[in-house]
C-alpha cells in the first residue's frame, strides 16, 4: 500500500496497481467460480458463463432456459451457510423410505433433504433433519476446522 499525508491530521491510503489487478481478478474468479455453482444446480446444459474481455465483467449465457427472470434471481441471491442436526440413523435411499420411518406422516419439525453426496451405486440419498436447532453462517463469527492431533486428519469445525 502507498501512504501519503493529505493535512496534518489525515492520511490517504491507497492499494499499489499491481496488488489492486490481482483482487479484482480474484474477485472476478470467485464470482465466476460462485454463478457456474448456482447454474449448474438449476441443471441448465451447456452454459457459458467466462469473463468478457480484459474488463471486470462476466458473460453469462444459457441456451433454452425458459425463465431468465428466475435464472437471474438465482444467480443475485445470497448464500446462506445452514447446518441442520439429523434425526434418527442417517441416510435414505427414498423420500418414501424416510417417511416410513415415521408411519407415513412426518412430524411438524422435521423435514426430508436430499443429501448432495449420492450413494455408493450413485443413486441420491435423503436425510431426516430437525426444521430448527441448527445452526447458520449468521450464528458464526470465528470459524476454524480443528486437527486430530494423532493422525493430522480434520476431526471438527470449531466455532
Known sequence: MDVSSTASDA??????PAQEATFR???????????????????????????RGTK???????????????????IQSTALLELKIVEGLGSFPSETSALQQYGGVLPPNLQIIPSVEH???GSQTYYVVRTSGG??????????VSRDPNNGRPRSVSA
Do not use: C, M, W
Open 56 to 74: 471486470d465483467e462476466i458473460l453469462i449465457q444459457f441456451p433454452g432456459v425458459s425463465d431468465p427472470a428466475h435464472v437471474e434471481s438465482i
Open 119 to 121: 450413494s455408493a451405486d
Open 11 to 16: 492520511y490517504a491510503v491507497q492499494l499499489k
Open 135 to 144: 445452526i447458520t453462517g449468521r450464528d458464526l463469527k470465528n470459524a476454524y
Open 25 to 51: 481478478q480474484q474477485s472476478v474468479d470467485q464470482a465466476i467460480s460462485t454463478i457456474s455453482n448456482r447454474i449448474n444446480a438449476l441443471g441448465v446444459t451447456e452454459p457459458t458463463i467466462q469473463r
